[in-house]
């Protein structure tokens, strides 16, 4: 398997802007996270999916932020209206039940 | 809530010199521990586990042993490489909702020739 395949892996966009984020996860996996990491907060979990269900979306940080995994190979994290203190690197995981998490290796988001 | 602590870096340390990075954990129950590597522009790799007390994981020349007694999981490694220098995660999964991971803040090692 490729592993969790994160697209892209660079963005810059300027304040205002829509932003989507991709994920493919590893096939066969059940769970699928969304983490944030800055300097200041480290990593952070933004919401995870259970079977393409929403199980926990607490990390969100606001309704600029957007997720949907609309089957089990693919899942969406979108901000809009984008602001420059999304700018942060985004990681997409997966796993299987009770295993460990699987990373990709995340979109670096920079707003301007 | 759950939560895990971790030592503040970065940690610089020369080239065959041992390691440790202290780690702790609140948590009910009986958590799942990990520690995750990452390096310079990739994401999160798991290094080793321990899911129940005293059990010791180990890859890689590292180790770390699941201290329910002291709530900690602190890696240790007796040799450093420059190639072991990168960011290190500690992290837990709760008993009751084991995929739910929380992790620390990460310990930035620098190993120097």
């Known amino acids: 398997d490729a592993g969790v395949i994160q697209s892209p892996r660079h963005e810059v966009t300027e304040m205002g802007q829509e932003v989507t984020l991709r994920c493919k996860p590893i096939?066969?996996?059940?769970?699928l996270f969304w983490y944030r990491q800055t300097m200041m907060r480290g990593l952070e979990l933004l919401i995870y999916?259970?079977?393409?269900?929403?199980?926990?979306d607490s990390g969100m940080p606001e309704d600029r932020f957007s997720a949907k995994m609309p089957n089990a190979s693919f899942s969406t994290l979108k901000i809009q209206p984008s602001e420059p203190r999304d700018s942060a690197v985004y990681f997409c995981?997966?796993?299987?039940?009770?295993?460990?998490?699987?990373f990709g290796q995340g979109t670096r988001l920079t707003v301007v | 809530g759950d939560s895990v602590t971790q030592m503040e870096g970065p940690v610089t340390l020369s080239e065959e010199a041992f390691l440790t990075i202290n780690c702790t954990y609140t948590?009910?129950?009986?958590?799942?521990l990990f520690w995750y590597v990452q390096y310079p522009g990739e994401g999160l790799q798991l290094l080793l586990k321990?899911?129940?007390?005293?059990d010791k994981g180990s890859n890689k020349g590292f180790e770390a042993t699941y201290r329910k007694e002291t709530t900690s999981f602190h890696l240790e490694k007796g040799s450093v490489q420059v190639s072991d220098s990168a960011v290190y995660f500690c992290?837990?999964?709760?008993?009751?909702?084991?995929?739910?991971?929380?992790f620390g803040s990460g310990t930035k090692l620098n190993v120097k020739p």
């Open positions: 995981a997966s796993s299987l039940p009770q295993g460990e998490a699987f």
């Open positions: 948590a009910t129950g009986y958590p799942s």
């Open positions: 321990a899911t129940k007390a005293d």
């Open positions: 992290a837990l999964s709760a008993q009751y909702n084991f995929n739910k991971f929380y």
């Open positions: 096939s066969g996996h059940d769970y």
């Open positions: 999916f259970n079977n393409n269900v929403p199980i926990d």
